[in-house]
């Protein structure tokens, strides 16, 4: 799955890469379409599942999950008390904007199999991880960072940038979207050396529309492809 920057008609040419065998193999992906801005940024992600587009209009076509996938840099991280594991998700109509207040984008982590999430991975700001209160109207500002919220206690922590890139370096086109990666450290995840897979899910909620996925596997030590090298 890619995911380039909406401002633009860029897509992968092909959906299909072959590779060497063996391991690790490079690949390049041919990126085609038409190129509006001089740096389009383009990431990667194993993709997890596609799902079906509803046909919603307005701000809730942004509930509307299209495709699923995740990442890690565990081969540049070396271990997994230092690797960060990435969400790659794509709806099928714009937000406005990123708050959690209107869109609300959660991958839920389950790292036992029992159909519950230990961690949520959420849009939120920093005054919301600041404050404890993620989904408060009152805690939104203009520091667009992902929370890591403990199910069992509801605290939540900073896991990074939504988009990953400091807004003062990179343009990632964060308002009037549809695609966004939500990054977090797979030890605030719950990931150790020993257990480094996990299964994820993501929810999407806008208004009072829902949209649920299945439960994906992921191994963060063996995430299939790395494109942070
Ligand atoms: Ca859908
Ligand atoms: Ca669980």
């Known amino acids: 799955?890619?995911?380039?920057?909406?401002?633009?008609?860029?897509?992968?040419?092909?959906?299909?890469?072959?590779?060497?065998?063996?391991?690790?193999?490079?690949?390049?992906?041919?990126?085609?379409?038409?190129r509006v801005l001089s740096?389009?940024?383009v990431s990667a992600f194993v993709l997890g599942g596609t799902n079906g587009v509803r046909g919603l209009s307005g701000p809730r076509a942004a509930v509307d999950?299209?495709?699923l996938g995740a990442a890690s840099d565990f081969s540049t991280a070396?271990?997994?008390?230092?690797?960060?594991?990435?969400?790659?998700?794509?709806?099928?109509?714009?937000?406005?904007?990123?708050?959690?207040v209107f869109n609300s984008i959660n991958v839920q982590i389950d790292l036992n199999n029992n159909d519950s999430s230990e961690f949520e991975v959420i849009n939120t700001s920093i005054?919301?991880?600041?404050?404890?209160?993620?989904?408060?109207?009152?805690?939104?500002?203009?520091?667009?960072?992902?929370?890591i919220l403990n199910s069992e206690t509801e605290d939540v922590v900073e896991g990074g940038l939504i988009n990953v890139l400091p807004p003062d370096k990179f343009d990632t086109a964060l308002m009037a979207n549809s695609v966004l990666i939500l990054p977090a450290p797979a030890?605030?995840?719950g990931l150790t050396e020993t257990q480094p897979r996990f299964r994820y899910r993501v929810r999407t909620l806008v208004e009072t529309v829902s949209e649920t996925s299945n439960w994906i596997p992921f191994d963060a030590a063996r995430p299939g492809i790395d494109t942070t090298r």
């Open 187 to 189: 030890r605030k995840i």
């Open 65 to 67: 999950q299209v495709a």
């Open 1 to 34: 799955m890619a995911v380039p920057k909406a401002v633009g008609n860029l897509a992968s040419a092909r959906a299909k890469v072959g590779v060497m065998t063996g391991d690790p193999s490079l690949a390049a992906v041919a990126i085609a379409g038409a």
């Open 78 to 100: 070396g271990s997994i008390s230092n690797t960060t594991v990435y969400f790659g998700i794509a709806l099928a109509g714009n937000w406005t904007t990123p708050q959690r």
């Open 127 to 147: 005054e919301g991880v600041i404050s404890n209160t993620v989904s408060g109207r009152d805690s939104m500002n203009d520091g667009f960072v992902n929370g």
């Open 39 to 41: 740096d389009p940024l």
